[in-house]
């Protein structure tokens, strides 16, 4: 939501801020809207290209992850992946590729991989999924 109203939110605090006379808020050093920006979006959107467009224009593409809604769908997740990797082709965004989305889990969760492959919770199912995703997002 946050990609969605930011120029809402800007409008407003800029508001505040020049009724206070002040550059920023009591105890920020930046705006706010820009501490949103520091936060990791991802691409759990049902496959929604125009969704993903706006979160990606927000946060930038160093701080969008793959996501999922897995497995939480008719499929236990086949849906939601299937639907989130033709959101991500259908936007023809040269740079964002399975790799890339890897590069940067391994960077944000380096024991994403570890802990998937450990069973912590995860059915014999969903673990072969998960292991699947990233050969399926790889070369895309």
């Known amino acids: ?6 120029a809402r939110l800007v409008v407003h605090y800029d508001n ?12 920020l050093t930046k705006h706010p809207v820009d ?4 936060f990791y979006g991802d691409t759990a959107l049902n496959g929604n ?4 467009r706006c979160g990606l224009d927000f946060f930038g593409e160093d701080h969008i992850l793959f996501g999922t809604d897995m497995p939480y769908d008719v499929e236990n997740g086949g849906v ?4 989130t990797i033709k ?25 994403l991989r570890k802990a ?4 912590d919770g995860v059915t014999a199912r969903q673990s072969n999924t998960l292991n ?4 399926r997002v790889a070369d895309r």
């Open 1 to 6: 939501m946050i990609p969605f109203c930011a």
């Open 16 to 27: 505040g801020l020049e009724r206070l006379g002040a550059k920023y808020f009591p105890g």
């Open 35 to 38: 501490y949103f920006r520091m």
């Open 49 to 52: 290209p125009s969704a993903l």
């Open 80 to 83: 939601s992946i299937r639907e």
């Open 87 to 111: 959101a991500i082709e259908a936007m023809g965004h040269r740079t964002l590729s399975g790799r890339r989305f890897m590069k940067q889990c391994r960077k944000v969760i380096p024991s």
């Open 116 to 119: 998937f492959c450990a069973g």
């Open 132 to 135: 699947d995703v990233p050969a």
